[in-house]
């Protein structure tokens, strides 16, 4: 039996089936939040902001961090001026040493970053008088995780009236403590991912923790355990040293740890392709992390010397690497991301928009384990900009990193007159 949202959301998609022009692709009902009981933002209201934009004056904004070098790099690359909203703090990577320099006749000498915006917080650019600015200066704004994280989900779905490149609805299905989160979806649309462990008491292989850090809250206080016992030894040594939170470890999500190599799919679909598929693969990527990085460079017996506070290893990504896939492998990973694409219509319409990134594992038996999902711009991007990648290059015949293929398709959204399908 469906709850009143499920039935209001399905009364809506039905009247938007049957409005919907025959002429274009364009979808027009509203987008819905699952975190909450309040719809989120009308798309015709955000549509009805494009109206109001000089489309030869677009500019691409996007949060100073995460991805932006990449957003920045690919849209200067197709001809659009670039905004990089800084913290206060952490501004001079982009006002200073990735900033644009022009010759006297206005041509760009060197770096893709025209304009920064310094506030005190980045959750300050969702402020009216921020938005109304960012709306008169015809800013497109491409979402990445550091805005997410930065700025609170339910105002960036309610209140933040810009227009966005990507699935503004999606990106709360990255939140592990949200009902509906990836894991919800990949369940749906029947992809695999690894099993999940419902109780410490029932750990019987290796299996992750997954949980956040304590002091570091935008990362991961994550640990490994092949046994109850392992659970309980490493969990009171991450407590007794402040690595994690009781309250947070009581909500960790517990799953079978797929023994392989990691595999970052940076896709990206497309609304607008109508003669061929959608999914486009760009690139792959692949994470540092510490400390686990450095454990692994450690011969066991000098592992076994460890003391305890050195023992356990913590997995924050600090940077990324470029990686390919044996080609028989190629298709097994489409057919992944098109399931996905298919499950986010189904499930969050009007579905993902742009790029997304799969993060799997590979077994022994080459089966793919999606570990993680971004409804956006993937963290590990940046090893592609500027030089592209193998797949995005030989796609379109250029270099083609995710940057590029984002700000490639506002081009082609404008050029055909269709940047409404675009933005949610």
Partial sequence: MCSSRELYRNILVSKALLTRPPSKMIYTYPIISYGSDEIMLDLGTVRARLKDYNTDKVKIGVVASHSALDVCDGAVDEGFRTLAICQKGR?????????????????????????????????????????????????????????????PLDKIEDEFVVPMVGSRNLLRCEEREEERDYYWLLEKAGLPFPKKIESPEDIDRLAIVKLKHKVKRLERGFFTAASHEEYTKKAEDLLRHDVITGEDLENARIEEYIIGPVFNFDFFYSPLNQDCSGVELIG?????????DGHVRLPAPQQMTLNEEQMVPEYTVTGHNSATLRES?????????????????????????????LQTCVDKDLNFYIYDVAPRTGGGTNVHMNVGHPYGNTLWGKRMS??????????????????????T
């Fill in 91 to 151: 501004e001079r990577t982009y006002d200073t040493y990735f900033k644009t320099v022009f010759d006297g006749d206005g041509n760009r000498l060197r770096g893709v970053v025209d304009e920064t915006w310094v506030l005190d917080k980045f959750s300050q650019v969702l402020e009216e008088g921020h938005q109304k600015r960012l709306r008169e200066e015809n800013v497109l704004f491409v979402p990445n995780r550091s805005f997410t994280s930065y700025a």
């Fill in 284 to 292: 792959i990527d692949w994470r540092f992390e510490t400390s686990l």
């Fill in 329 to 357: 492998q190629l298709e097994k990973v489409f057919k992944l991301a098109e399931v996905f694409v298919d499950a986010t219509k189904k499930h969050y319409a009007p579905g993902i928009i742009g790029p997304f990134c």
């Fill in 402 to 423: 995710t940057g590029r293929r984002l700000a490639l398709e506002v081009r082609r959204a404008i050029d055909m007159e269709r940047l409404e399908e675009i933005v």
